[in-house]
């Protein structure tokens, strides 16, 4: 098996195209439906098929006319797409009839893809009805239980469900725990609507964990298509490859910050407006071969540079990066205190040229200016650097952020501001930063237990003792970050093709310890 940091430069020309259809209904004034679809999926950059399941004629002010598109059309066109353009995730909107959703789980079964996302469309923005009562027992019967996601807002969880409206956060507790109940892998009960919030609450249920997700609600009426536009962020990042959890969080920053981008545009007379997908054409834009999606897996073993040891060993920044990485790092952050930024910046955009190549994650410490201006794939932060929450508005949506943790209070706020990942240290003592307080293995064991994030260990690791650091055996922790232990060497590669074979033995073992438990 190939080490991904081991790996030769990737042609991306070759690279097959993550591919999300849309099964749902025109909206003739382009702000939520197939239109709506078509303008999250190309601003997470995936490739967006299309199935039209009705016709309408809507604006601002709300639908005027729906025109259902026939079930015979509904299947042909299922088929059409289904049977030649390897879809890898169907997304459903408006399914305006018990006929049409028979056919699309029909066409499902016949053509299976690796996700099904149902946002159960019932009723628009504007309160106009697009699906009657008689879809719900063909929606819990056979859709639901087909489906990865399911995505309904407070009207429609109640309406599945049959039950009074929900107003509380506990409700939707309750409520995500009764949908599960109907086969969806998770739930997501959208609490965009929920009366006396300041903040916008979602609640997420994978039928093991809730997860509650809390952003700052953004002022606006333009919030048109923001059902349609999250369910369809969420296909395309289970398109991508990420899991369940990391997809929500992902399409959830997107539309935050689409809103937040969009909240004062005018675009029509009625009372809800729709907002801008494509902001990234508008503004500071990631480049465009980022690798687009963080895997907690990419942790496993976190280079760290350091200016002061590449000096002592005649190595610009670029060399050590490449040495890493061809020795079997799996992610890098520059960490140059010392370093002029005209210097630091040039060298961050060789390092990220190198990182490219191998389709490594290149990171950069506290400097959030140096990862904007160099187009890195992240930042990590300390606890007396710029929150994450601030770093995530100055970043947008699909950047990585990290944070460093000591405590499990430290953990769940580094979860609530919107990071990635926690580096949870040190665990031993070191030299490479002052006066930094260790944790022990029992401390790093505590933070990985309380952490509902992946954790890299750090502080003190290397070849001695980070067998001991992967093997406290605790799920969340999914790698060691190690700085003297590769670049205070002679031969950084060849420092971390052992340590990437010590990481690797560690692993096996704690894997073997469970199947045997």
Excluded at 48 to 57: F, K, L, M, P
Excluded at 73 to 84: I, M, P
Excluded at 461 to 469: E, M, T
Excluded at 481 to 507: I, M, N, P, Q, Y
């Amino acid at each position: 098996m190939q080490v991904r940091g081991a790996s030769t430069a990737v042609d991306c020309s070759k690279m097959k195209i993550p591919h999300v259809l849309t099964v749902a209904g025109s909206d003739s004034g382009a702000g939520a439906g197939i239109q709506a679809d078509l303008k999250a999926c190309a601003a997470r950059g995936v490739y967006c098929s299309t199935v039209i399941t009705a016709v309408t004629a809507q604006n601002t002010v709300g639908v005027q006319g729906v025109n259902i598109v026939s079930e015979d059309f509904v299947a042909e066109q299922l088929t059409s797409v289904l049977s030649d353009m390897q879809v890898d995730v169907v997304k459903t909107g408006m399914l305006p009839s018990v006929g049409i959703v028979k056919i699309l789980c029909q066409k499902i079964r016949e053509f299976p893809v690796r996700a099904l996302v149902v946002d159960p469309v019932m009723v628009s923005t504007s309160g106009d009805v697009l699906a009657g009562a008689s879809i719900l027992p063909v929606f819990r019967e056979e859709l639901l239980p087909m489906a990865e996601i399911i995505t309904p807002n407070l009207k429609e969880a109640s309406a599945l469900l049959g039950c009074a409206h929900l107003e509380t956060v506990a409700d939707m507790r309750s409520a995500a725990k009764s949908l599960h109940a109907f086969g969806p892998r998770n739930v997501l009960v959208k609490g965009g609507d929920l009366p006396d919030s300041s903040d916008a609450i979602d609640i997420l249920f994978d039928g093991d964990n809730f997860y509650e997700l809390r952003s700052a609600r953004v002022k606006t009426h333009n919030t048109h298509g923001t059902g349609c536009s999250l369910a369809s962020s969420i296909a395309a990042e289970l398109a991508k490859g990420s899991s369940t959890l990391s997809a929500v969080k992902i399409a959830k920053r997107f539309v935050e910050t689409a809103l937040d981008y969009s909240k004062d545009i005018v675009i029509g007379n009625g009372l809800q407006g729709p907002f801008d997908h494509l902001l990234r054409l508008k503004s500071s834009s990631p480049d465009c071969h980022g690798l687009g999606v963080f895997n907690p897996s990419d942790l496993f073993l976190y280079a760290v540079t350091d200016a002061r040891m590449n000096k002592k060993w005649g190595r610009s920044i670029a060399d050590a990066v490449k040495a890493a990485i061809e020795g079997g790092s799996t992610i890098v952050q520059l960490r140059e205190k010392d370093v002029e930024t005209r210097d630091f910046l040039e060298s961050a955009k060789a390092c990220l040229e190198i990182c490219r190549a191998y389709r490594v994650p290149l990171l950069i410490n506290d400097r959030i200016d140096i990862a904007l201006a160099c187009g890195a794939d992240g930042v990590h932060v300390g606890q007396s650097d710029m929150p994450a929450r601030v770093a995530r508005a100055l970043l947008g949506p699909e950047k990585i952020i990290g944070v460093s943790c000591k405590t499990p209070a430290q953990a769940e706020q580094a979860w609530i501001d919107g990071a990635d990942y926690i580096g949870c240290g040190g665990v031993y003592p070191t030299n490479t930063k002052a006066n930094n307080l260790t944790v022990g293995l029992d401390g790093l064991k505590t933070v990985c237990q309380a952490s509902k994030l992946p954790v890299v260990a750090i502080g003190g690791i290397g070849p001695s003792n980070a067998r001991a650091v992967m093997e406290i055996g605790v799920p969340s922790l999914k790698g060691v970050a190690v700085v003297s232990g590769l670049f205070d060497r002679e031969c950084v590669s060849t420092e971390t093709k052992k340590l990437h074979g010590t990481l690797t033995e560690a692993r096996s073992l704690v894997n073997e310890k469970k199947r045997h438990n």
